[in-house]
């Protein structure tokens, strides 16, 4: 059984930074595209980054420059290193992971449960 842990959330003021960590059980990690994803409240849930299991990444326009997702496949973690967050980053934060033979259908993977992030202006 997949299973999809995040931790790192909580409240910061606008400018300051967090970290964001995905456990991941259940799969062949090193197989899947990972990525975070983020749902604010009234909104569609949005793509944040993603990692392949090479390494390469992929951004939302909103965030680049401003964070890095990692990923450390003997660990089976992935991270999501979020600095000068703005009010508008504030939503729930989910981890995804899908096999890289579906990695343009991030929806048919799985999904953990969500930390929220809150920023204060």
């Known amino acids: 059984q997949v299973q999809l842990a995040e931790s790192g959330g909580g409240l910061v003021q606008a400018g300051g930074s967090l970290r964001l960590s995905c456990a991941a059980s259940?799969?062949?990690?090193?197989?899947?595209?990972m990525g975070w994803y983020r749902q604010a409240p009234g909104k569609q849930r949005d793509m944040v980054a993603r990692?392949?299991?090479?390494?390469?990444?992929a951004y939302a326009d909103s965030v680049k420059g401003r964070w890095t997702i990692s990923r450390d496949n003997g660990k089976s973690m992935i991270y999501l290193q979020m600095s000068s967050l703005k009010p508008e980053d504030t939503a729930v934060y989910y981890c995804?992971?899908?096999?890289?033979?579906?990695?343009?259908?991030?929806?048919?993977?799985?999904w953990g449960q969500g930390t929220q992030v809150t920023v204060s202006s």
């Open positions: 259940g799969i062949i990690f090193s197989d899947n595209v």
């Open positions: 990692i392949t299991p090479g390494g390469s990444t």
């Open positions: 995804n992971a899908v096999h890289m033979r579906l990695a343009h259908y991030p929806e048919q993977g799985s």
